[in-house]
């Protein structure tokens, strides 16, 4: 994804306001809302630095674990047909419905990184 940026294993969205001709962002999968802005390509990515390590520092002072830990469930919202062969092809495998869905989640990780590569 390209409006993505990478900083010590954390992710800072990018977007950019027409109006006000500025690039603004957030660090991703924190709890904390940590913002940063600039006004040209380098002044955005120095900023997101900037942020992470500010974030960084702030959680060691007052003793928090800096990430958000993922707890490993959320929802997902799918149609109900695909829903319904979801859980057919669960059954007819002898696994859960949240077996199937993590092996498909963990079969585009992989393709994923084979792009990558």
């Known amino acids: 994804m390209k409006d993505l940026m990478e900083y010590k294993g954390y992710l800072g969205s990018v977007h950019f306001d027409s109006e006000d001709e500025i690039f603004y962002g957030k660090i991703e ?6 913002s940063f802005e600039g006004e040209s390509v380098n002044e955005i990515k120095k900023a ?3 942020s992470v390590d500010d974030y960084l520092q702030l959680c060691i002072k007052a003793k928090k674990a800096p990430e958000k830990s ?4 959320f929802n997902v919202r799918i149609p109900t047909d695909l829903h319904r062969k979801a859980y057919r092809k669960s059954l007819i495998e002898g696994i859960s419905l949240n077996q199937l869905v993590q092996k498909a989640i963990e079969k585009e990780i992989k393709q994923d990184k084979a792009h990558v590569a």
Request: without cysteine; proline residues 0%; aromatic residues 16%.
């Open 29 to 34: 999968g924190i709890e904390d809302l940590i």
């Open 48 to 50: 997101f630095i900037e």
């Open 70 to 73: 993922f707890k490993g469930s």
